[in-house]
């Protein structure tokens, strides 16, 4: 047990000469503190998080487990899962009181079990004084509203820009994404006319279905719930923001309305579509196959149109790391959380993976990966976007349970396919939502 707690301050950053250093990757940091946790005595976790979209994802991320159990002696299983798997395993966790030690969730998840999580204060202040601070959505979703209490570390980011073909939206009679409503209507439907359709993921996809439905209803000004939380959907905005997707749909190819998230990444590389929104996964899945290479070089990425909104209308979508009370080994579960994210072990892992989790702690805007290839720049400020889940309210139990049902993305999905109008969806969306806003 001595020898593992010497370790541990050692590896956590024992106190050292004050004042910015540069770390891994040069990036810049400061010494001097020390996470004040020791790890329990014959400790073991296990993990699970989401599965990979990019290969080094996961193979890096593993290394970096390993090298935590050599440094630690803890021994650490890290399962991958499907990511709509995430939520309900999450469930059972928490439910049953039994499972992983550290569930690295989604976005607002910390939220629903805030009264079975193990809160996350110093891990949070350690790395925030180390790193330059957390990025303005890492906070969102990190503490609990209205708090300094933190309930979850986020790990990194995924937004889901406009992914475009160059050479088909200059065929259609545009040299970039118009930034209206009715410019972007008229180059997706001029897409369709020259058999270069577009697709937007309408079935129940944790980022692509979510991603859209969100800039869908933002972009027009419209929101689930208002600065209070009360239930603010079916409004004038809603209705405008589904009729403009009856008529966008009519530029998607079929199939759309079953999409999960791999869905749209396989039409893209597949030539099936030739726009659409997504992470950085799919440029670097086509960049590093020869047979696709070419359409990675034709493709480019910008924001979905902003509409009415004064910045891009999007969020991203945020694993959420969160230790589970019933874990024998809290401290070991915080010192595996702060070790992943420390730089010699987190800037390798977003370089590899060409910043596909864009980073929650500022110091790692500083990192060389955003400069490597022009076409990634846009994902730098990922977790400094402007809205997040259940906008414009608190996050909450609530707004987590409401991602967690995909009420905004059946709610378009149900006006896309014909099955509701715009009024029937909306009025079905507000009654979804009130069951969990349940004082709204």
């Avoid at 090298?67 to 049953?96: H, K, M, S, Y």
């Avoid at 969806?425 to 009654?431: L, N, Q, T």
Wanted: aromatic fraction near 10%.
């Amino acid at each position: 047990m001595q020898d593992i707690t010497r370790r541990a301050a050692l590896a956590l950053g024992a106190a050292a000469l004050a004042g910015p250093a540069l770390a891994q990757g040069g990036i810049p940091r400061t010494e001097g503190g020390a996470l004040r946790t020791t790890p329990e005595a014959g400790a073991s976790l296990r993990i699970i998080r989401p599965a990979r979209f990019v290969e080094p994802d996961e193979v890096i991320f593993r290394a970096n487990a390993q090298r935590f159990q050599e440094r630690f002696n803890i021994p650490v299983r890290v399962d991958f899962v499907g990511w709509e798997d995430i939520r309900p395993q999450t469930a059972v966790v928490a439910n049953t009181g039994t499972g992983p030690d550290i569930v690295i969730g989604w976005s607002d998840d910390p939220h629903i079990y805030a009264d079975k999580i193990v809160e996350m204060n110093d891990v949070a202040e350690y790395l925030g004084k180390r790193y330059g601070g957390w990025g303005s959505l890492a906070e969102k979703y990190g503490k609990k509203h209205a708090s300094n209490t933190w309930l979850g570390i986020p790990f990194g980011g995924n937004i889901g820009p406009c992914t475009w073909r160059v050479s088909a939206v200059k065929e259609a009679g545009f040299d970039a994404i118009p930034d209206d409503h009715a410019g972007f209507l008229k180059l997706c439907l001029a897409m369709k006319k020259n058999n270069k359709p577009v697709g937007f993921a309408l079935g129940n996809a944790v980022g692509d279905g979510n991603n859209f439905a969100q800039w869908l209803l933002w972009s027009h000004g419209a929101y689930l719930v208002d600065e209070d939380g009360k239930v603010a959907i079916n409004s004038p905005q809603t209705l405008e923001a589904l009729k403009y997707l009856q008529e966008l749909y009519q530029a998607f190819v079929p199939g759309t309305l079953s999409w999960l998230d791999p869905s749209n990444n396989r039409a893209y590389s597949a030539e099936e579509i030739f726009l659409t929104a997504n992470g950085v996964s799919l440029y670097f899945t086509m960049k590093s196959d020869p047979k696709t290479a070419p359409i990675a070089e034709d493709t480019q990425h910008s924001f979905l149109p902003k509409g009415r909104a004064a910045g891009p209308p999007q969020t991203a979508t945020v694993m959420n790391a969160m230790v589970f009370k019933h874990t024998r080994y809290p401290n070991a579960a915080k010192a595996f959380i702060a070790f992943m994210l420390e730089s010699e072990q987190y800037d390798p892992w977003m370089q590899g993976s060409l910043g596909y989790w864009a980073h929650p702690l500022k110091a790692y805007g500083a990192s060389t990966v955003w400069t490597s290839d022009p076409k990634l720049t846009i994902f730098r400020e990922t977790m400094e976007n402007k809205y997040w889940s259940g906008f414009k309210g608190p996050i909450s139990q609530a707004s987590g349970a409401v991602a967690a049902d995909y009420v905004l993305v059946q709610m378009c999905a149900a006006v896309a396919s014909g099955q509701a109008t715009p009024a029937d969806a909306a009025r079905d969306a507000e009654r979804r939502a009130r069951r969990y806003y349940r004082n709204a």
